[in-house]
């Protein structure tokens, strides 16, 4: 069965760093796009970041510049690193995995609680 778990979440200032990381099954790294959103209250689920397993990337506007997504194919995981962090990116952040031949989102990870607050 494919499990992905994030760890790293977590309180921090504004203007702080946080690493995310997203365990997953070996079956699915090799292929899959791997890809991390977030969701407030009463909001929509949205993309943060989302990387191919060749690297290709592709990032939020509001996170491009702060926020850097990679992976290890090796090790079955995958980071994001944030940067400067706003009072704005609190969210709870989900990592998942997309198949790549039909494009849809097959696995979500069970989420990790980011808050940026002074």
């Known amino acids: 069965q494919v499990r992905l778990v994030e760890s790293g979440g977590g309180l921090v200032q504004p203007g702080g760093s946080l690493r995310l990381s997203c365990a997953g099954s070996?079956?699915?790294?090799?292929?899959?796009?791997m890809g991390w959103y977030r969701q407030v209250p009463g909001k929509q689920r949205e993309l943060v970041a989302s990387?191919?397993?060749?690297?290709?990337?592709n990032y939020a506007d509001s996170v491009k510049g702060r926020f850097t997504i990679s992976r290890d194919n090796a090790k079955n995981l995958v980071y994001l690193q944030m940067n400067s962090l706003k009072p704005e990116d609190t969210a709870v952040y989900y990592c998942?995995?997309?198949?790549?031949?039909?494009?849809?989102?097959?696995?979500w990870g069970q989420g990790t609680q980011v808050t940026v607050s002074s």
């Open positions: 998942n995995a997309k198949d790549p031949i039909t494009n849809t989102i097959q696995y």
């Open positions: 070996a079956s699915i790294f090799s292929i899959y796009v």
């Open positions: 990387i191919s397993s060749r690297g290709s990337i």
